[in-house]
């Protein structure tokens, strides 16, 4: 057994203590992304003969060990045959409730053999992680144009539409694997009246959680997780019924079309413009108006060389930036629903740092109207697509732009140290720094950092002037002091959002010497 190996079974057991030498390097044990098959042998055995009460705290090792035999089988995916049905077992064992059987899943999946994708379809047809985000993991290697025989799954893996958590998973893998000619019949195809039936009971729940109102925040947090996932289920059953060409799913496709979900909507238009019904490709047209909808809408209508049915006027750059930038906000790690209102104020085109060629910027101002109050920003799109939580309309276009290229940049001789990493050369210089702004006539509120940029340093405080009490960042440097006010909104910047701006203003004014006026 090889040192490596045996260190890494002993912390598995427990037998080495978890703050020893060298157990707080996270890449101490990413060898096993390239052991060998007596390696992974072993490490299967000893997670084979774990107890039950396996303990929490050393739960980051069998993490470790799970996540890295997957990136190892990702490179190299052959494994004894023998040692398959041991992995099934395992999983069988573990049970629904262990955190990290799904982990195990990427074993047989990247494997890819026959043997193991049949074990693969039996644990989703039988006993499926009870997460979707878990189960996509073990999807994951087969959405990838790997070499493996597809028709293993199946139909096996159809036996799993029945649980919840994996449905839009294996529609989507089936949808996937007939678009790109994997399989020459879309493996769904002879179930094609279940899946139309699926559709009509998740688009009648959907619309009865539109009609729903005055839900406390637990039962809307609900709701929305059960919106979720019936969305994603309603998007692969669209996919799946246009690829089968099924007609007798076009009422159903018809009813999606009177949801107010647009994202739905742009689905069931484009499944019923593919089985070469005209409402469909109308309705394609009607989305690209709404900019939420409108790239979504846009591909579809370029799928099916519909193009031309939309109007120009959503078709040019700036609609499609709008749409971008809808999309973006829409997304559930931003606001989860797409802005009430939103406004060009700001288009140029720009030499951008990290960028050979000049980018063309647009800058969208948005709005949320909630019952709490109304949120406003702007959002960029371009070399990047972002939006800020602090209130950027106070500021003008050149500001916002260059607040997004501060948040940006990227590299080596730009950062930042905040005061609990000072060194004494660095208390020194920040009480230097701090001493200037308090006879300049501010007075500090709180120290945030020290920013390094090419060279130069600079402190980053909250601070009020003295003279107005006008509270606000002030960014001072060995020669200048910049202050960035905090008026104008009820969410101004603050000292990070400040800097951004100020590291910003100088990296775009090198880039556009002759254009950009800061």
């Given amino acids: 057994m090889s040192d490596r190996l045996n260190e890494f079974l002993l912390q598995l057991s427990g037998a080495l203590p978890d703050n020893g030498p060298g157990s707080g390097d996270p890449h101490r044990f990413h060898w096993i992304a390239a052991a060998d098959e007596l390696e992974i042998s072993a490490i299967l055995m000893a997670l084979e003969h774990l107890p039950d009460d396996f303990p929490r705290e050393r739960r980051i090792y069998l993490d470790s060990a799970l996540n890295l035999v997957a990136m190892r089988l990702r490179e190299d995916p052959d494994l004894p045959l023998e040692l398959i049905p041991r992995?099934?077992?395992?999983?069988?064992?573990?049970?629904?409730?262990?955190?990290?059987?799904?982990?195990?899943?990427?074993?047989?999946?990247?494997?890819?053999?026959i043997e193991a994708l049949s074990q693969f379809a039996d644990l989703i047809a039988d006993d499926p992680p009870?997460?979707?985000?878990?189960?996509?993991?073990?999807?994951a290697p087969l959405m990838r144009d790997g070499d493996f025989n597809a028709e293993a799954l199946y139909p096996r893996l159809l036996d799993?539409?029945?649980?919840?958590?994996?449905?839009a998973l294996v529609l989507d893998l089936s949808n996937f694997l007939f678009r790109t000619g994997r399989l020459t019949t879309h493996p769904a195809a002879g179930v094609s009246g279940q899946l139309i039936d699926l559709l009509g009971g998740i688009t009648t729940r959907l619309?009865?959680?539109?009609?729903?109102?005055?839900?406390?925040?637990?039962?809307?947090?609900?709701?929305?997780a059960q919106v979720s996932e019936g969305v994603a289920m309603a998007v692969a059953l669209c996919d799946a019924l246009a690829l089968i060409d099924d007609k007798n799913a076009i009422g159903k496709l018809n009813q999606v079309l009177e949801l107010s979900h647009r994202q739905l909507q742009c689905e069931a238009a484009a499944a019923l413009a593919r089985?070469?019904?005209?409402?469909?490709?109308?309705?394609?047209?009607?989305?690209?108006?709404?900019?939420?909808?409108?790239?979504?809408?846009?591909?579809?209508?370029?799928?099916?060389?519909?193009?031309?049915?939309?109007?120009e006027e959503w078709k040019?750059?700036?609609?499609?930036?709008?749409?971008?930038?809808?999309?973006?906000?829409?997304?559930?790690?931003?606001?989860?629903?797409?802005?009430?209102?939103?406004?060009?104020?700001?288009?140029?085109?720009?030499?951008?740092?990290?960028?050979?060629?000049?980018?063309?910027?647009?800058?969208?101002?948005?709005?949320?109207?909630?019952?709490?109050?109304?949120?406003h920003s702007l959002g960029m799109v371009g070399p990047l697509t972002h939006s800020f939580a602090a209130d950027l309309t106070p500021w003008k276009p050149e500001d916002a732009y260059a607040a997004f290229a501060g948040w940006q940049s990227e590299h080596q001789d730009i950062f930042e140290s905040e005061p609990g990493e000072w060194q004494e050369a660095q208390k020194q210089l920040a009480d230097s720094l701090a001493t200037r702004l308090q006879s300049e006539g501010y007075e500090i509120i709180q120290i945030i950092k020290l920013g390094y940029?090419?060279?130069?340093?600079?402190?980053?405080?909250?601070?009020r002037q003295v003279v107005g009490a006008l509270p606000g960042v002030a960014v001072a440097d060995l020669r200048t002091t910049t202050f960035y006010s905090s008026e104008g909104t009820d969410r101004p910047i603050g000292p990070h959002e400040a800097y951004m701006m100020h590291k910003g203003r100088e990296l775009l004014?090198?880039?556009?010497?002759?254009?950009f006026g800061m």
């Fill in 207 to 224: 619309g009865k959680m539109e009609e729903t109102s005055e839900l406390t925040p637990e039962k809307l947090q609900v709701m929305r």
């Fill in 275 to 311: 089985m070469g019904v005209e409402e469909g490709t109308k309705h394609l047209a009607e989305m690209a108006k709404h900019p939420v909808a409108r790239l979504r809408a846009l591909k579809f209508a370029e799928e099916i060389d519909q193009l031309e049915s939309i109007d």
């Fill in 453 to 463: 940029f090419f060279g130069d340093v600079r402190l980053v405080a909250v601070v």
């Fill in 316 to 375: 040019s750059p700036v609609a499609r930036a709008e749409g971008e930038l809808a999309l973006w906000l829409s997304q559930e790690t931003q606001f989860g629903l797409p802005p009430h209102e939103l406004e060009l104020v700001d288009q140029r085109e720009l030499s951008w740092p990290g960028f050979d060629d000049p980018q063309m910027c647009y800058l969208f101002k948005y709005a949320f109207h909630m019952p709490a109050g109304s949120f």
């Fill in 130 to 139: 009870n997460r979707t985000a878990a189960a996509a993991v073990g999807f």
């Fill in 509 to 515: 004014a090198s880039f556009n010497p002759n254009t």
């Fill in 160 to 167: 799993s539409l029945q649980h919840l958590s994996v449905a």
């Fill in 87 to 113: 992995i099934t077992a395992l999983y069988r064992r573990w049970g629904a409730e262990h955190p990290l059987r799904h982990l195990l899943l990427p074993w047989l999946t990247a494997n890819g053999t």
